[in-house]
C-alpha cells in the first residue's frame, strides 16, 4: 500500500484594497516587455518580521485587473517562445520518436482472474483510450474512446484512470478534461461495452489512493471532495471515503470513514480519508488518514456488515510509528516502517494483536542501502533497495530466508507490482536514466525473469552512447550529495556546455532513475542533464527527508547550489550557462537557489510553483504542508517559512537569471497566485534586461495533464528557453534578450 498523497486543505481569500500603480501594456508593445503586474502593497508584522507584500492584490483572481494581466502574460510568454528556433524542431522530434514506438501503455490493471485493462496512445494520438485482454496472449479489444464522452460538449477529455473489478466484469473509467484536476467517472460493463447510468463526479482517483472494489463486485469506495471549485474556500476540506453501490444515485453519498461520519476518531478538516481492502477475502478493511506525509494514522474495521456501510474503526497504529507500506500475508502485519531505521526495516506483528513496539524483525536496517519498497505474492514478501536512490537491487524473503535476486538488466529503478498474498505473479518493471523500462514477470520456482511487454520493445540507437556519471558532492556542511550526470559521449569538459538541473527535494520521494526522452533530447543538443539528490528527498532514507524540511529546508537549496558549484569546479561548465527547473513543491528550492546566488545561475525554470512560502498556508494545498514545511504559528517554523520564501528575497536591481514561470490556471494544488507574485515582483525589480516570463495556461491545472501535444510542447518551451539564454547558436534569433 502506498501512503502519500499530495493534496491539501482550504483557501482562505482575504479581500485587500489595493492602488494600481502601474499601467498595462496594449497587445501591440507586448513584442518589448512583458505588462507589469499591479502593485497592492500589504505591510504586516509576522513571527517578528515586517513583511512587505507588494502583490497581495494579485492573490484576488477573481478580479478583472488580475484576470486580464494573466491574459496578456500567457500572450507575451507564448508569442516569446513561438519566435525561438528550433522549438517546433523539439516537439516534431519528440514526435517522431513517439511515433517510432507501436504504442505507449499506462495504468496497467489486473483482475483476479489475470484479465488486462490498460490505457494506451497509439503513435500520436493526442489522447490515449482504454484496451482490452482476456488475458497476456489474447488478442487486444478496444473499449473505450474518450471522444464518446460528452461529445455535444465540444471538449477534449483524457482517461486519467482505469480499475477493473476484482472479476473483471466491470470497469471503472476516470476522465478529465484538458489538464483539469477532477475527474469524472463512468462504469462500463465488460462484455456489452455498455456503459452504465453511474456517473460520480467530484472525484480525483489518478491523484492519490486509487478506488477499491466491494469483495462482491457490487459497488467501490472512492474518496468524495465535497467542493470541486478551486476558488472556494472549502477546496480539500472535509473530504470523505463513501461507498458507491451499483446502480445507486451517486448523490446519495454512503459515508464510511470521515470527519463527520466517525467524529470518534482524531480526524480533521485537512486529512484525506481514504479506505483500502486488499483482497476479497481479507476480514478487514483498513482506512488512513493520507495527507502531504508518507506516514499517516491507521485505523481497521470488520468487513462482515459491509453491505450496510456500517464499520466500527479501531486504531491500528499511528503516524508516528513512520509506516510507509503494510500487507496482511498470512495472519500477519508485514510493513516497512522508518522508526529507529533512517534507512527503513521490514518487519511483522500479528493481525489479531499487533505490537508495533516489538515486532518481529524480518530485515534489518542496511548500512548503505535505502529500502525503498515492499511487495507480497504467496511465494512471500519481495522489496527493492536503492543505493543513493539510483542503483537498485531486488530481494527475497521467506522462512527467515533472504535471498537477493539476480536481475536480467542492470537497474536503476525497478518498480513491483503483484495482486497479493493469494497470488503466485510478480512483475517488476526495470529501467534507468538512458534505457526505457521493460516489464517482466519473475518465475519463483525456476529464478527466471520472463519479458512481458504487451508491446514490442522500441529501439533509441540515438541514445546508445549516452554516458551517466554518478557522484557524490560536499554540501555547505560537509554532507555528500548524490548528483546524476548525463550527456552525449565525446562532450569536451571546457566550461562551454549548458547544463540543465533538474531536483525535487520533498515529500521524502527519491529522484530515480526514469527513461525521459524529452530530456535525453537535451543531451542531443550538446547539453548537460543533471539530477540533484538534495536533501527533503528520500535517496538517503528518513534522516534525508528530515534534514531538507521546515526548519532545515534551507539544505535543499544549498545543496543545489553546492551540485552547481561542483559542475563549474570541474569544468562541466561555467557559471549563467546553468539553468535550474523543478514543479511544485521542488521549486522552493529554485526560487531561493536563484536569489541566494543569481551570480551562479544563468536560467530558472520554476513550473507550477511554491514561491511564496509565508502564504501558502492559506492556499487550497496549504494545511496538509503544514508537515514539511511548517506553520506561521510555531515562531521557529514561521522564521523558516520566511527564509524559505524566494517572493519576499526579490531584491530591486539584482541581475536574476532569465526565468521561465508556468502555471495552471485551474491549479488547486498550487494556487495560480503563488508563481503568478513571484512573477510580477521579479520582472519589475529584475536588473537586467534578461526575461521574465510567465506562461499561463488557463485550461491547465497542476501540469499540462494528459494530452499528447500539451506534454511536449511544454518540454520543448523549457528545453528551448534554457539553450537559447544559454546562448546556443542553433537557438537565436531577433527575440527579445535572447543571447547573440
Not at 500475508?329 to 506483528?349: P, Q, R, V, W
Request: glycine share 6%.
Amino acid at each position: 500500500m502506498k501512503k502519500i498523497y499530495y493534496s491539501g486543505s482550504a483557501l482562505l481569500l482575504a479581500i485587500f484594497s489595493f492602488v494600481i500603480f502601474s499601467n498595462f501594456y496594449t497587445p501591440d508593445t507586448l513584442q518589448k516587455s512583458p505588462p507589469l503586474a499591479p502593485q497592492g502593497l500589504v505591510t504586516e508584522e509576522v513571527c517578528g518580521i515586517t513583511v512587505e507584500d507588494h502583490y497581495r492584490n494579485l492573490e484576488n483572481i477573481e478580479d478583472e485587473v488580475v484576470k486580464k494581466w494573466l491574459k496578456q502574460q500567457e500572450e507575451y510568454a507564448k508569442d516569446y517562445l513561438n519566435k525561438i528556433p528550433r522549438r517546433q524542431y523539439l516537439i516534431d522530434k519528440q514526435l517522431e520518436f513517439n511515433k517510432r514506438s507501436t504504442s505507449l501503455i499506462t495504468q496497467l490493471r489486473l483482475s483476479d482472474d489475470n484479465q488486462h485493462f490498460y490505457v494506451k496512445r497509439v503513435g500520436n494520438e493526442n489522447a490515449s483510450k482504454v484496451f482490452y485482454r482476456k488475458n497476456f496472449s489474447a488478442p487486444e479489444q478496444l473499449l473505450y474512446d474518450p471522444k464518446d464522452f460528452k461529445p455535444e460538449a465540444d471538449k477534449t477529455y483524457s482517461v486519467n484512470y482505469v480499475q477493473p473489478s476484482r472479476n473483471g466484469e466491470k470497469l471503472i473509467i476516470s476522465l478529465t478534461e484538458g489538464g483539469r484536476e477532477f475527474s469524472e467517472i463512468i462504469i462500463m460493463d465488460v462484455k456489452t461495452k455498455e456503459l452504465l447510468p453511474d456517473r460520480i463526479t467530484n472525484c480525483r482517483p489518478a491523484d492519490g489512493p486509487g478506488i477499491t472494489w466491494l469483495p462482491d463486485n457490487s459497488g467501490f469506495y472512492y474518496l468524495h471532495y465535497p467542493v470541486s471549485d478551486f476558488s472556494s474556500d472549502l477546496l480539500f476540506k472535509d473530504t470523505k471515503a463513501v461507498c458507491h453501490t451499483l446502480g445507486q444515485d451517486s448523490k446519495v453519498l454512503n459515508e464510511v470513514f470521515s470527519r463527520t461520519n466517525n467524529p470518534k476518531l482524531d480526524i480533521v478538516l485537512q486529512d484525506f480519508p481514504v479506505v483500502t481492502l486488499f483482497d476479497k477475502d481479507d476480514d478487514y478493511l483498513f482506512g488512513e488518514l493520507l495527507g502531504a506525509s508518507r506516514n499517516a494514522d491507521t485505523y481497521y474495521a470488520k468487513i462482515d456488515n459491509y453491505s450496510s456501510n456500517k464499520y466500527e474503526w479501531k486504531l491500528l497504529f499511528t503516524e508516528a510509528e513512520k509506516i510507509i507500506y503494510f500487507y496482511i500475508f498470512e495472519n500477519d502485519i508485514i510493513y516497512l516502517t522508518g522508526k529507529n531505521a533512517s534507512k527503513f526495516k521490514i518487519c511483522k506483528t500479528p493481525l489479531d494483536n499487533p505490537d508495533f513496539n516489538n515486532p518481529t524483525v524480518l530485515v534489518e536496517e542496511k548500512e548503505s542501502e535505502v529500502i525503498q519498497t515492499i511487495s507480497v505474492t504467496s511465494d512471500g514478501v519481495y522489496y527493492v533497495s536503492t543505493e543513493n536512490g539510483v542503483v537498485s537491487r531486488l530481494y527475497h524473503i521467506k522462512d527467515g530466508i533472504e535471498k537477493e535476486i539476480d536481475l536480467p538488466v542492470k537497474a536503476g529503478t525497478i518498480t513491483l507490482v503483484s495482486k497479493g498474498r493469494n497470488y503466485p505473479e510478480l512483475w517488476a518493471i526495470i529501467g534507468g536514466w538512458a534505457n526505457s523500462p521493460i516489464r517482466y514477470l519473475y518465475d519463483f520456482k525456476n529464478d527466471v525473469f520472463e519479458e512481458a511487454e504487451l508491446t514490442p520493445p522500441t529501439e533509441y540507437p540515438e541514445f546508445d552512447d549516452i554516458v551517466v556519471e554518478e557522484v557524490l558532492v560536499k554540501s555547505h556542511d560537509g554532507v555528500e550529495v548524490p548528483l546524476s550526470i548525463f550527456y552525449k559521449k565525446g562532450i569536451k569538459r571546457d566550461g562551454k556546455a549548458p547544463v540543465m538541473f533538474y531536483s525535487g527535494g520533498t515529500y521524502g520521494i527519491s529522484l530515480t532513475p526514469s527513461f525521459n526522452i524529452p530530456n535525453l533530447l537535451f543531451t542531443m543538443e550538446g547539453g548537460i542533464l543533471a539530477v540533484a539528490h538534495i536533501r527533503g528527498g528520500g535517496e538517503k532514507g528518513v534522516e534525508w527527508h528530515q534534514t531538507g524540511i521546515k526548519t532545515n529546508k534551507h539544505n535543499s537549496w544549498k545543496d543545489l547550489i553546492a551540485c552547481a558549484e561542483y559542475m563549474v569546479e570541474e569544468k562541466y561548465t561555467s557559471k549563467k550557462k546553468i539553468a535550474i527547473w523543478s514543479i511544485s513543491a521542488g521549486c522552493v528550492s529554485v526560487g531561493r537557489a536563484m536569489t541566494e546566488r543569481p551570480d551562479l545561475f544563468g536560467i530558472a525554470v520554476p513550473e507550477a510553483g511554491v514561491m511564496n512560502a509565508m502564504r501558502f498556508e492559506k492556499t487550497p494545498n496549504g494545511l496538509n504542508n503544514i508537515r514539511e514545511f511548517g506553520t506561521l504559528e510555531n515562531p521557529e517554523e514561521c522564521k523558516a517559512l520566511y527564509d524559505m520564501d524566494a517572493y519576499l528575497h526579490i531584491e530591486k536591481g539584482v541581475d536574476y537569471p532569465a526565468t521561465l514561470i508556468t502555471a495552471g490556471f485551474n491549479d488547486p494544488r498550487v494556487i495560480i497566485w503563488q508563481p503568478a507574485k513571484f512573477a510580477a515582483k521579479l520582472q519589475a525589480y529584475q536588473g537586467s534586461d534578461k526575461p521574465i516570463l510567465f506562461l499561463v495556461d488557463h485550461d491547465a491545472g497542476h501540469g499540462p495533464g494528459e494530452l499528447l501535444l500539451k506534454m511536449y510542447e511544454a518540454r520543448a518551451n523549457t528545453i528551448s528557453f534554457v539553450l537559447n539564454q544559454a546562448g546556443h547558436p542553433d537557438y537565436q534569433d531577433e527575440v527579445v534578450g535572447a543571447k547573440k
